[in-house]
């Protein structure tokens, strides 16, 4: 059995569960003494995103990308075609985001650089439909048995994910099935999660004790801000099974992203879904530790004792973090923004598909920044929407984007489910959030008018994507053909950063 095998066995043969849960609530209680003492608090709000991608040869088809290319300013994801990058925390002023796009622009510029010099181009979308030469089925289900460990010869080769990828497909019967229209798959691993590339905002928030009501907002946005940004209404094509195409384009999903990650985590735990609501800062790591581990690592398995960060003091309950799937997350710990402690609290917020161009997922950073920090400084009374209605609203979008049976509670308390109303009340938090951190008049309009004009013009790149499918249908091309004829195009203006509003 090699090292690899042998340390993926370990953690799934249970034998540390005991060691590894020991440590999770020891960390989380001091973690929480550090939280009701004020020492995750910080200097003010800070902003950060990552962003995934993924790389298609000079063809348009999938393609697995060489590890030079990562010698640069991106990282490894789960497939091996995934690339992601990250910005470093700044704060959250008109400096803040200007730094925030510069950082972005700069690595994806690098980035693409460095993969066109292997004939690649990564492309800022939230999910392929070229396949790979070998088909998608076969790209996602090629497997490999090493001393009773099954590992996906797609997916990068970290114990970590291969331990994951194991734990579920034990616990889910040694396979994982997605159904959505169209397409009923079943795959041999959750490599199946790697069609999807998404974008996360981070926020930073400088006050723990208000955290639950940031928190509280963010899960009340999902619905709405997802429909703006809605980017994957198709799988790769090889994977449907249909007879009328007009069909399927009328019934699929605009963001198929969240039933394939959904589907290929919860055949073994509903770990994946909308958060609930939290009462106090310390709730949050509650959750984390009650929420069932997902493979198990102890610390000394990966990473020598030489260092005593803040990362090394809370390795295990970091760990188990990392599977903590909600569609909002708090991230407890870590350096923050400006002077201060070690430490801080942050919101991830996790539903949005990544956009065509740099600007556009600046956009959405600005519009959720600026949306929770408005909604909390009005004193907005959106925490008194039912989690259960926000939650619905957010499965609606999934479904049906701009046409989402949506829910929002008005400044004057009123329930309402009118996207006009929903749409002036987002815009103008946003603005008034942006304006309260001191972002300029012109930065506000730079990055929120594109996306509102999303709203008025009733449009988003999963209606972009559906109309030019139909347009080529209409024109007589097989259905394979019309979407690769799409893909061609959404990637050439992509690669072309030309902003969406533009796209026509």
Known sequence: MTEFAALVERSLRGDALAEFERRVDDQAGRLAADLRAGRLDSPGFGLGLELEA??????????????????????????????????????????????QAAQLERNVRTARAAAGDAGLEFVLDAMWTEPPE???????????????????????????????????????????????????????????????????????????????????????????????????????????DFDDPHRLLDETHHELRVPVFEQSIDDAWEKVRVPDDLASATDVLDALVA??????????????GSRETFEDRFWELDHKRGTFWRWVRAVTGGQPVGEGDRQSIRIEYRPLPTQPTVADNVGLLCLVAGLLRGLVATDHPIATL???????SFYAAVEDGLDADLA?????????????????????????????????????????????????????????????????LDDGLAFEDAVAEMQTEYVRRSAADEPFGDWR
């Open 54 to 99: 993924y790389a298609v040869d000079d063809r348009g088809r999938l393609a697995r990308v060489p590890d030079e290319v990562f010698e640069g300013p991106c990282d490894r994801e789960l497939g091996l075609h995934n690339a992601e990058f990250n910005t470093a925390a700044e704060p959250f002023d008109d400096d803040g985001i200007a730094a």
């Open 291 to 304: 929420d069932p581990t997902c493979a198990p690592f102890l610390r000394e398995w990966v990473a020598d």
């Open 134 to 240: 070998e088909g998608s089925h076969d790209y996602l289900s090629a497997v490999e048995n090493r001393g009773g460990v099954t590992v996906a010869e797609n997916m990068t080769l970290s114990p970590r994910y291969c331990a994951i990828d194991n734990h579920i497909l034990r616990r889910a019967g040694g396979s994982v099935s997605i159904s959505v229209p169209g397409a009923d798959c079943s795959f041999p691993t959750i490599l199946v999660e790697s069609l999807t590339s998404s974008i996360q905002p981070h926020v930073q928030v400088p006050d723990a004790a208000s955290f639950p009501d940031y928190h509280a907002a963010a899960i009340r946005t999902l619905g709405p801000v997802l429909a703006l940004a809605t980017n994957s209404p198709l799988l790769p094509t090889d994977l449907y």
């Open 386 to 392: 039912d989690r259960d209605a926000a939650e619905r």
């Open 408 to 472: 929002w509670v008005t400044a004057d308390g009123d329930r309402t489910s009118d996207s006009a109303v929903i749409y002036d009340e987002i815009f103008s938090l946003a603005r008034r959030g942006l304006r309260e951190q001191g972002v300029e008049s012109d930065t506000i309009e730079t990055y929120l008018d594109p996306i509102e004009a999303r709203w008025t013009d009733r449009t988003a790149p999963s209606r972009w994507k559906l109309a030019r499918v139909r347009e080529g």
